[in-house]
């Protein structure tokens, strides 16, 4: 085998070994936020640490790799990505770590992954465009399957996960619009900056949000945790969420976005994983049933356009 062959065979093996170790952690990140929970931290407080700890992380990382800004970029680009960032950074993880405080690991990671519905809803009004009989039938199966994982005609079940589904189907509902109608900022000014100036925001706002609440008399313990805790939210900011993104950016330059994608799909498996093993976590049947209708709606349509090349 000639050693031009032997070196893509390392970097292919190398780019899938990172990718699997980057979705094995970012799937923790339920599970970790779950046991800081336990110990009596608010979600206020568990988002802010994450952010703040992992601000400095990412512009490290820019300095790293210092991209080169990418051709064509507008002067308002930047602000963009600020905006951006208050959404995907902010916004987002803000409604979905208040809506774990209400349900399992397992239905959190589910619910969230509901997002290419709304990407799919958002994407038809912009471009005014009916959608196809079959895009309408996985978009009624993925609401069926997750009535059922919620509990489905288990009205006591059902009603103990509705709060805590509001907020993390509002969570993706901000999550697929920013991805609708910000997404190309990745292409314009590079993933890695657009990581920096957008947590920068979001930790920015953090503090502003928190802030306000303290104002209005609404305070949230900051400062008065035990040092455990702390190693905590440095696990979670870390572990979960810089780490990720480095080993995906690497495994993305090895074996391709389309490669990289199909790989991460096993994250919500993974979390499942997790929650029954680490937090004790049980799902009635029909969760079971509903869970599982979700993850192979979802997938078939994200592996769908992965396939054809589709772009929102």
């Not at 957008?198 to 502003?208: N, P, R, S, V, Y």
């Not at 313990?221 to 805790?229: D, G, K, N, W």
Request: charged fraction near 15%; include cysteine; proline fraction near 4%.
């Amino acid at each position: 085998m000639r050693a031009e062959e032997q070196s893509k065979i390392r970097e292919a093996a190398a780019g899938t070994i990172f990718l699997l170790i980057g979705t094995v952690c970012f799937a923790s990140k339920s599970i970790w936020i779950k046991w800081a929970y336990q110990m009596g931290a608010e979600p206020d407080a568990v988002l802010l640490y994450r952010q703040l700890l992992a601000v400095p992380l990412f512009w490290l990382i820019f300095l790293i790799y210092r991209p080169p800004m990418p051709d064509g970029k507008k002067k308002g680009d930047l602000w963009k990505a600020c905006g951006a960032g208050m959404f995907c950074f902010f916004l987002s993880p803000l409604l979905d770590f208040i809506g774990l405080n209400h349900v399992s690991a397992m239905v959190e990671r589910i619910l969230l992954m509901s997002y290419p519905l709304f990407v799919f809803g958002f994407a038809a009004c912009r471009d005014r465009k009916m959608s196809s009989i079959q895009d309408l039938f996985a978009v009624l199966a993925v609401m069926f399957g997750l009535f059922l994982a919620l509990g489905g005609w288990n009205a006591e079940l059902f009603q103990a996960n509705m709060i805590g589904a509001v907020f993390i189907l509002l969570s993706s509902a901000v999550y697929a619009g920013y991805l609708v109608l910000s997404g190309h900022l990745v292409h314009q000014i590079g993933g890695i900056r657009l990581n920096a100036y957008g947590m920068t925001a979001a930790g920015a706002a953090m503090m502003l949000y928190t802030g306000i609440k303290s104002a209005a008399g609404m305070n949230t313990p900051m400062a008065a945790y035990p040092l455990s805790m702390y190693g905590l939210f440095a696990v979670i900011a870390v572990v979960t969420t810089v780490i990720p993104f480095v080993l995906m950016l690497e495994g993305i330059k090895r074996i391709g976005a389309q490669r990289a994608a199909a790989i991460s799909m096993a994250g919500p498996i993974l979390t499942i994983f997790y929650g029954a093993l680490f937090l004790g976590e049980r799902l009635r049947l029909i969760q079971v049933i509903g869970c599982t209708a979700v993850f192979f709606v979802i997938t078939g349509m994200e592996y769908r356009k992965l396939k054809t090349g589709k772009k929102e």
